[in-house]
């Protein structure tokens, strides 16, 4: 087992000037599941991939433990990797698939039967051991994937999108399997998806990525309450935080006909005069058509939980027209057409710079 350091990393593609990655720093603690997230292009398999030795780093330095592993040759490195097509060969069966590192590596026989069929118990595969791929489900396959970077026992174990063929119902109970398989090995883990709810699931830590950049690293809980700028309020969370840029007020900002409290901090470093306001679904509190409070929300579309409902409207708000998204209770749910009042509840609105995104309150 070891820790994973990524120490100003960087990766210019030949022809181009901008960095795919831009000195990427993140210290991984030894066991730790950490979750690479961000949209597409923003750099993730290149960071993964510059960890596994696949990549050339042409500024700064990786380490795995104390080891500089920078510039060492992938097979040297001690990780095994989990690609999203996790090519099976056909004609081996499930056992031969799994061992095929081992046997590459020289190790004999007796040996690689018994750490496949340690990692087949782990993975619940034992009775598909003499079996072809083509005989298995999506969720099987993927799981003989998982098993060949078991058996190899390596210090870190690097897996890119693994979950990506498989159907949403699949990919949800995987991702379980995943996340608890590993903290039962305890191998440090570094794991990409651009997929927010499985970061958010299954990251000890998430790092989020943009352009290249890293722009927050964070446990889950978090990366949700306390975004550190305005991309990562909207990326994190579904549906996504309501962005709504707003005047300042005398102790807060003006949220439609209501002030809304805000730390006295954060508008003293807000240079602008006006600010963005971030408030969850779950955060505003709803006053019926007849209230003045706040701002007035006509209900476009209501989705149904159960539970909750969604409720999809237009506002007018900070001069001008904004969409809204405002949880509210299973049987509370207001009719398409009708309009809500609603106001940030106090203490659960975040306030961020408009012109540089960064976090003005705590
Ligand atoms: N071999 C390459 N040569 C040149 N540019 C590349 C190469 N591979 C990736 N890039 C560029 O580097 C950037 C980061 O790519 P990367 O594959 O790391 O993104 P990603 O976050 O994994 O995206 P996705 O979610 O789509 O897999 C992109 O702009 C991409 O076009
Ligand atoms: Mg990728």
Redesign the pocket.
């Known amino acids: 087992m070891a820790t994973v350091t990524f120490d100003k990393a960087t990766r210019v593609?030949?022809?181009?000037t901008k960095p795919?990655?831009d000195a990427l720093e993140i210290d991984i603690a030894d066991g730790e599941f950490l979750v690479l997230v961000?949209?597409?292009?923003?750099?993730?398999?290149?960071?993964l991939r510059m960890l596994a030795g696949l990549e050339d780093v042409n500024g700064g330095a990786i380490r795995i433990g104390d080891r500089d592993v920078t510039h060492l040759p992938p097979k040297d490195r001690d990780i095994a990797m989990v690609f999203q097509n996790y090519a099976l060969y056909p004609h081996m069966s499930v056992a031969d698939n799994m061992g095929f590192a081992l046997k590459i590596a020289g190790v004999n026989k007796a040996e690689i039967r018994k750490k496949v069929e340690e990692a087949a118990k782990i993975l619940d595969l034992t009775e598909y051991l003499d079996r072809k791929p083509k005989a298995l489900s999506g969720g099987q396959r993927q799981r003989v994937a998982m098993g060949r970077a078991i058996v190899r026992e390596p210090q870190v174990f690097l897996m890119d999108?693994p979950l990506s063929n498989l159907d949403a119902k699949l990919r949800v109970s995987t991702r379980t399997q995943i996340a608890s398989l590993q903290r039962r090995l305890g191998i440090t883990t570094v794991y990409?998806t651009?997929d927010q709810v499985e970061a958010l699931t299954m990251g000890d830590r998430v790092a989020v990525?943009k352009d290249?950049l890293l722009q927050q690293v964070d446990t889950p809980r978090n990366m949700y309450d306390k975004p550190a700028n305005l991309f990562v309020a909207g990326f994190i969370g579904s549906p996504a935080m309501n962005l709504i840029e707003v005047p300042v007020a005398d102790g807060g900002v003006k949220f439609g006909n209501s002030v809304v409290p805000v730390q006295r901090d954060a508008l003293a470093s807000a240079t602008d005069k006006t600010v963005t306001v971030g408030v969850r679904p779950e955060h505003f509190d709803v006053a019926g058509a007849d209230s003045d409070q706040g701002v007035a929300v006509t209900v476009n579309v209501v989705e149904e939980l159960g539970s909750d409902a969604f409720v999809y409207g237009t506002a007018h708000v900070g001069g001008e027209t904004k969409d809204i998204v405002v949880r509210v209770g299973g049987r509370e749910v207001p009719e398409k057409g009708s309009v809500l009042h609603v106001v940030p509840r106090a203490g659960e609105s975040h306030v961020f710079s408009t012109s540089t995104g960064a976090r003005l309150s705590d």
Do not use: F
């Open positions: 593609y030949p022809g181009s795919a990655v961000g949209p597409s292009g923003c750099g993730k398999s290149t960071s999108e990409v651009h990525l290249g």
